[in-house]
């Protein structure tokens, strides 16, 4: 899934980027906790929506009309995730980017 889900590695980098800045900047315990999980929510979630797409796309020939309203509703979750993901990461790492630039 990794080599083949071309918005699975961009949000692996992301997570990746969040952790290495968490580390240097030496987030609080609960901050990072925050962080783990909105970042396990997104992977999570776009895993799900990856297997039950292809899940649908297997039935393709028997699709149901409702198959179209269940691949955009995973789509949607992933997004609303990944937005939610990324206001928690503003509001964490804000006070720590904005101390750094002021000193």
């Known amino acids: 899934m990794v080599k083949s889900e071309r918005n699975f590695q961009i949000e692996l980098f992301a997570a990746y980027t969040v952790f290495v800045l968490a580390i240097w900047l030496r987030i609080e315990r609960w901050e990072a ?3 783990f999980l909105t970042v396990g929510l997104v992977l999570i979630l776009e895993v799900l929506n990856t297997a039950l797409e292809r899940i649908v796309n ?12 269940v691949k955009d509703a995973l789509a949607a979750a992933v997004f609303l995730a990944c937005l939610i993901s990324v206001w928690v990461g503003i509001f964490i790492f804000w006070p720590y980017f904005w101390g750094i630039f002021l000193a």
């Open 33 to 35: 906790v925050a962080l």
């Open 58 to 69: 297997i039935l393709k020939p028997a699709m149901h009309p409702w198959a179209k309203v």
